[in-house]
């Protein structure tokens, strides 16, 4: 079974001041890469505007692309309308819910979607108190059972999980600590220990590290674009 080689970024923040300029940087992304995963935070405030930009820089690439939003993808309260552009550019949107591409005959199963906070093992939120608080740790819980189905039900002989939230701690290394329960919760890395997967690409950690850990042994990168300082990172699994 051959390799297959995965390019990844996250926190692109385009608008139209810079339309043009990352379609760019992805001359010959095909030598490089079999598929291209966008890690969320591709618009700046969540507009129509911004995300035309977005469905224009990665519209009509040579390998297929799939994306998840991020928390500035839903600012302007217009998820969906950009995830239909994004989609309406050829581009596979994930929903907590999972797609499978066929890359020279190696099915590669993609799952995830953006996630959310909470914070990590015992330094968490915790479902209790105040209904706010609650429902702040049941949306994140939530969003993990969605991934556990969608794992669960994933027939793939490489499976990748893309998200916007980290779900872990070793790829914050360089954010304030006070922020972390901002930056991703435990949860999602649980559930996907247990499900399995090769590899976790995330981005939102603009301060934070590159590579991480699972508890269980799976590989995790941060591909947010100032972690990066490149147009993407590559993975081989």
Known sequence: MREVRIAAVGDVHLDESLRGRYRERLDGVEEHADVLLLAGDLTRHGTL???????????G????????????????????????????????????????????????????????????????????????????????????????????????DRRVVLSHYSPVKDTLH??????????GSYLLAEVVDA??????????AHAGTEKGVTPGGIRVRNVALPVLGRAYGVYCL
């Open 49 to 59: 505007e911004e995300g035309r930009v977005v469905a224009d820089e990665f519209r």
């Open 61 to 156: 690439l040579p390998i297929p692309v799939v994306a998840v939003l991020g928390n500035h993808d839903h600012h302007s309260d217009l998820p969906a309308e950009i995830a239909a552009l994004l989609s309406g550019a050829g581009i596979t949107v994930l929903h907590d819910d999972a797609t499978v591409l066929d890359i020279d005959g190696v099915r590669l199963g993609v799952a995830g979607g953006k996630g959310f906070g909470g914070g990590y093992a015992g330094k968490c939120a915790s479902d209790f108190g105040e209904p706010e608080i609650k429902a702040f740790v049941g949306h994140t819980k939530r969003i993990a059972d969605r991934w556990r189905v969608a794992l669960k039900e994933l027939q793939a």
């Open 174 to 183: 360089g954010e304030p600590l006070e922020i972390y329960p901002f930056l």
């Open 195 to 204: 499900e399995g997967a090769d590899l976790i690409v995330h981005g939102h």
